[in-house]
């Protein structure tokens, strides 16, 4: 089995700051990208931010200059530092873990079950 645990979430201020942690653990083999999700009440899942084994990021558009993420190979576990947190942040935010094949196609990914982001006026 595979797990993929986040922790961090919870309520904040405007303006304030969290961060996410995620950890895959179990019989994965390997990791090439790690990613943040976050979906909100009536809105499709969206891309936050994406960090793959060759330290190439991208953000989604409204999270650029707020949020950092990075990773740590070692220890299976990606980070999001979400800085200036707006109203609009609020969602779940779900951590992605995907493992490439030789030929560069999807062999696996694996979600956590989330962690929800409260961010209030």
């Known amino acids: 089995q595979v797990h993929v645990v986040e922790s961090g979430g919870g309520l904040v201020q405007a303006g304030g700051s969290l961060r996410l942690s995620c950890t895959a653990s179990g019989s994965i083999a390997s990791i090439d990208d790690m990613s943040w999700y976050r979906q909100a009440p009536g809105q499709e899942r969206e891309l936050v931010a994406m960090l793959t084994s060759g330290n190439r990021v991208k953000y989604e558009d409204s999270a650029k200059g707020r949020f950092t ?29 995907a493992n490439y094949g030789p030929t560069g196609l999807l062999q696996d990914d694996y979600w956590g079950q989330g962690a929800q982001v409260t961010v209030s006026s």
Do not use: G
């Not at 220890?75 to 969602?91: F, G, I, R, S």
């Open 69 to 97: 993420v990075s990773r740590d190979n070692a220890e299976k576990t990606v980070y999001l530092q979400m800085e200036n947190l707006k109203p609009d942040d609020t969602a779940v935010y779900y951590c992605n873990v």
